[in-house]
């Protein structure tokens, strides 16, 4: 464990831009906050989670599969440098790993590989969140970890390439910081992680009726940013654009939201309606990724409640239906 | 990794977003998460604009038509041929034989610019846009009622408002940030009357949904008005410091009871009554609409009673209130603002004045301008198969698809002496072309877009255009050159930006510099002015406000036992317009990929048609082959049809019969017949 003073993290994340390429949250010309390349604007590690979701990184909106022409097929290369990502916070870190699992599943998925494989990933915790407020500590699921302390930041490494990063740091790192980081720890699960597992329970208790999607459908105007903004949305299209020289097939984040999403090549759609489909999301999410996976797969970052213009985000509909139905 | 903070290029909602792009591509978009329309969110256009801008049709270079065929040439051949066969026609036909069709999908300094060159460079005021076919109605009618054709508020102040009156507008489709947040605004209380036939989304929950017969909206609107009166519901002290001609308006509407109205629009009398109380007893009253209102034979007349209904109840010039226009182009406000209009210099300042053209022609360095109002798009084609018209130069616009009675109107731009098209895609209209020049789009260039809310905000640079491709602005420079003309050398489009500003009023305080990151609303005097969210809070633009009287008029073509039923016409939610950039957004055009046409399950057993049969829709103006979609969306009697499908287009359909007053089509009502295909 390492500590730098902000004074010191330009020259820090100077020194890793030698080895990978950076992406750090940035503060961007509107107040926005995004995780890019460092640069154009100046990092923005204070303020919590990031809007845009930082899984992007490794599986970006739109990405080519391949090209194809008279050449032959040619598949993207992969990055020159290794990527190091700062960002993501421990609920982030969560979903990074679940998403990880699903893209190593059977046939592991070569495209999002390219990108993760060799990157460093990094978490930001401690009193870094809205205004101040403390991030618990994500303690894994990362590289290195940024805990924010009385206006520095203590750097954990939590693998062995975190632990070489931060080997060539100065300093060492006082006693009540280690035990503030401890203490940290273990705060409690907050009220909505309780009225997750409880809108879990009750969608696979089938205690929730039609009626209420149809409800929550009506709400629904098929924007997809709940699908675009998740960490977790694996969901993609794919598409060809052909031209006199070559065939480019390229995917891009797609929707369960869209009718088009499922609709047969007979014109039918399982899926035909609002209801179902805001129903299918917040069921696929609850319910069936549990029993794959076991585990809920929504991990509360916020974002398709921040994005929502309609405010029928997943956690505002799991506090809509626990209300109404237990 | 680059983030561009831009505006989106589809509706007039204005929402900001950053392009994000990696190595010259781009690969995605992310919501700016604090702009006050879109505030983090997007619809699923926004969320996908980035989609088209690297597709493989786009134009690359200049073509020119050689032994009937589109050939490659080079930027000298393109530009020096626009310029000789544009000064030919006026040699021989007189400087009004040519047209120029700006877009409302090109900057403020784009339209200025293509407005200049007609009027400076080419002395003509044969200058239009597709405002015309959308909100004219509104311009017309609200700058006699109100002295100004824009949305009066801002749409933040839908938070405020006490009820929301919506009709002919598909918000949460067409303006989805404008919708969604009328959708909040209803679950925090604000009460909702939603007047469109079709059972659209926000219909679903409103207090009250009024069905009326299509083309009936004065009948529905005087009746709503003879409730307020005849219940001395009107607010009188409103009425009496702020406006004018009021008698006249209790005159017109004392014979609009509520049983001749419900006979007019075939809703119920009590529907009538309780929308009326329902408005009338809002402390703060807002009316939201748009083409349902404007694309009527008779839309300025609609315009005149939505004023007159909220100068009635005293709803102008606070929070929560106003008469909202929402403007469908992301920037059909700026097309108007910059005078890309046959009878308007920018900032709605008259050909017809003397002072103004020479103020406009002193400025410009140029001997005089024309004082001949010039040709509104819509009689454009019919001045062009009578011979007045003889080469039009089209930017950013596709008649082809878009005009009514494409029929007639492919004809005439096949006929013309000299067609021009700039765009960014091969449209229909390109296709028809002699000389084709291709634009940057909205990624690749700088600019402004004006927003419904009367919001100037700077697009920015993401990515290079394609192949030769140049921003709308270059080429107009570049064709002003040509021809002769020293007076179009900007450094940027910032520069060209300082001469609007040193000419338009309401754009006096504009400059680059004041308008990161979320841009100012006009009017803005000078450099020190903040902007105005809200228009005519103390006196209206005109003085006093004026009530205009409207008397109903059925629609020009109604049902008839040959053409049975009424087709209404529009957009989806997935696509824009024409679709030269959405159905080549691969997740747009997967939602929507065909024509299809609305009809009511009574209609759809009586002609035997299940969903997704594929029918023949006729008119007497032509016939085209659409997919059945069944639906209680729409009333019986009423079909519906989006116009953005080549194969199928609605448009063959629809009636070029005009507002005697803003020259707007008749959209929104013919009379066709449905027949199955076997």
């Not at chain 2, 102040?157 to 969604?180: F, K, M, R, W």
């Not at chain 2, 109380?277 to 703060?284: C, D, K, Q, S, W």
Request: net charge neutral; hydrophobic share 40%.
């Amino acid at each position: 464990m390492k500590i730098i003073s902000d004074d010191r993290l330009g020259p820090f994340f100077d020194s890793l831009a030698q080895t990978w390429e950076l992406r750090l949250p940035i503060l961007l010309p509107d107040g926005s906050r995004v995780i890019s390349s460092p640069g154009d604007a100046p990092p923005a590690l204070l303020g919590g989670a990031v809007l845009s979701k930082p899984t992007a990184a490794f599986f970006p909106q739109q990405g080519t599969i391949f090209t194809t022409s008279k050449e032959g097929l040619k598949e993207p290369a992969a990055p020159e440098r290794p990527l190091f990502v700062l960002g993501f916070t421990p609920r982030d870190l969560a979903c990074l790993r679940f998403i990880d699992r699903f893209f190593a599943d059977g046939r592991s998925d070569d495209i999002y590989f390219r990108q993760r494989q060799h990157a460093v990933v990094a978490g930001l915790s401690g009193y870094c969140g809205p205004n101040g407020a403390l991030i618990p500590p994500a303690g894994g699921d990362c590289d290195l970890e940024f805990f924010r302390y009385e206006g520095n930041w203590l750097v954990i490494p939590q693998s062995e390439a975190g632990r070489s990063i931060i080997a060539a740091l100065p300093g060492s790192v006082p006693p009540e910081a280690v035990a503030l980081y401890r203490q940290a720890a273990l705060t409690p699960p907050d009220e909505n992680e309780r009225l997750l597992r409880r809108a879990s329970e009750l969608l696979r208790a089938n205690r929730v009726p039609d009626s209420f999607w149809g409800e929550i459908g009506d709400r629904c105007i098929a924007c997809t940013g709940c699908n675009l903004s998740c960490p977790t949305c694996t969901c993609f299209g794919v598409q060809d654009w052909r031209s006199a020289k070559q065939v480019e097939r390229s995917r891009m984040w797609d929707s369960c939201q869209l009718d088009g999403f499922m609709r047969e090549a007979s014109g039918h759609n399982p899926l035909g309606s609002e209801a179902l489909r805001t129903r299918r999301r917040i069921h696929h999410k609850l319910a069936a990724d549990p029993e794959k996976w076991g585990e809920i797969s929504c991990f509360l970052c916020g974002r398709c409640d921040v994005v929502c213009p309609t405010g029928i985000g997943i956690i505002a509909v799991s506090r809509e239906l626990v209300a109404r139905f237990g | 990794m680059k983030r561009t903070l831009t505006v989106c290029p589809y509706c007039g909602a204005g929402c900001m977003f950053y392009l994000v792009s990696d190595k010259g591509r781009l690969v995605g978009v992310e919501p700016s998460t604090t702009h006050p329309v879109s505030r983090g969110g997007l619809c699923v256009k926004g969320w996908n604009a980035y989609a088209f801008v690297h597709h493989p049709d786009r134009l690359t270079t200049p073509l020119l038509r050689r032994d009937g065929v589109l050939k490659p040439a080079s930027w000298d051949e393109a530009l020096n041929l626009v310029v000789q066969k544009l000064r030919a026609v006026q040699k021989k036909h007189g400087a009004d034989a040519v047209m120029f069709a700006s877009s409302a999908k090109a900057t403020n300094e784009e339209n200025y610019l293509l407005m200049k060159l007609a009027r400076a460079v080419f002395g003509t005021n044969n200058i239009d846009h597709c405002a015309r076919l959308c909100h004219s109605s509104t311009v017309t009618g609200l700058a006699e009622t109100f002295g100004s054709g824009a949305m009066t508020n801002s749409i933040s102040c839908i938070d405020q408002a006490d009820v929301i009156l919506v009709i002919g507008s598909n918000t949460t489709e067409q303006h989805p940030l404008i919708g969604s947040r009328i959708l909040n605004a209803v679950r925090n209380g604000t009460h909702l009357i939603v007047a469109d036939n079709r059972r659209i989304r926000l219909a679903r929950h409103a207090d009250l949904h009024l069905r009326h017969k299509n083309g009936s909206d004065v009948a529905l609107l005087n009746g709503i008005m003879h409730v307020i009166i005849a219940e001395e519901l009107e607010n009188r002290d409103f009425i009496t410091a702020r406006t004018e001609n009021f008698a006249a308006l209790a005159k017109t509407v004392a014979g609009w009871t509520p049983e001749r109205t419900a006979a007019a629009t075939g809703l119920e009398t009590g529907e009538i009554v309780t929308a009326a109380r329902l408005f009338a007893a809002a402390e703060r009253g807002m009316i939201v609409y748009s083409m349902g209102i404007t694309q009527h034979s008779h839309g300025v007349d609609n315009v005149r009673c939505i004023a007159a209904l909220a100068m009635l109840t005293g709803n102008v010039g606070r929070p929560g209130t106003g008469v909202n226009p929402l403007r469908g182009q992301n920037n059909v406000q700026g097309g108007c603002d910059m005078g890309a209009l046959p009878d308007l210099y920018s900032g709605y300042q008259k050909v017809s004045d003397p002072l103004m053209r020479e103020k406009f022609a002193h400025a410009w360095g140029v001997a005089q301008l024309s004082a001949t109002p010039g040709l509104p798009l819509t009689r454009a084609m019919d001045a062009a198969s009578a011979g007045q018209l003889q080469a039009m130069f089209i930017m950013g616009e596709n008649p082809a698809l878009s005009d009514p009675d494409l029929g007639h109107a492919r004809r005439v731009l096949e006929n013309l002496e000299l067609l021009v098209v700039q765009d960014i895609f091969m449209t229909e209209t390109a296709a028809l072309a002699d000389i084709v020049l291709p634009a940057a789009c909205y990624a690749e260039k700088e600019g402004t877009f004006t927003s419904t809310e009367r919001r100037i905000q700077r697009l920015s640079k993401a990515v290079e255009p394609p192949g030769v491709a140049r921003a709308d602005w270059e080429i107009i420079c570049a064709i002003a050159e040509r021809a002769g003309y020293q007076g179009m050398r900007y450094a940027d489009p910032a520069a060209i930006m300082d001469e609007i500003a040193a000419l338009t009023p309401i754009y006096g305080g504009i400059a680059y510099g004041r308008l990161d990151p979320h841009g100012l609303q006009w009017p803005c005097p000078d450099r020190s002015h903040p902007g105005t969210p809200l228009l005519h809070t103390e006196r209206f633009t005109r003085g006093t406000g004026r009530f205009s009287t409207a008397f109903h008029h059925l629609p020009a073509e109604l049902p008839d036992a040959q053409y049975p039923l009424v087709l209404t016409t529009g957009r989806t939610y997935f696509h824009w317009h024409t679709g030269s950039m959405t159905r080549r957004t691969h997740l747009l055009d997967r939602e929507e990929p065909s024509s299809f046409i609305e009809l009511h399950p009574d209609d759809a057993a009586r002609l035997g048609v299940r969903n997704r049969d594929l029918l023949l829709v006729s008119s007497r103006r032509g016939k085209v082959r659409t997919e059945a979609r069944v639906t209680d969306m729409v009333i019986p009697g009423v079909v519906f049809m989006p116009f953005h499908f080549a194969e199928g287009a609605a448009n063959t359909l629809t009636n070029n019969v005009l507002d005697p007053e803003s020259s707007i089509p008749e959209f929104k009502v013919c009379a066709v017949q449905v027949e199955k295909l076997p």
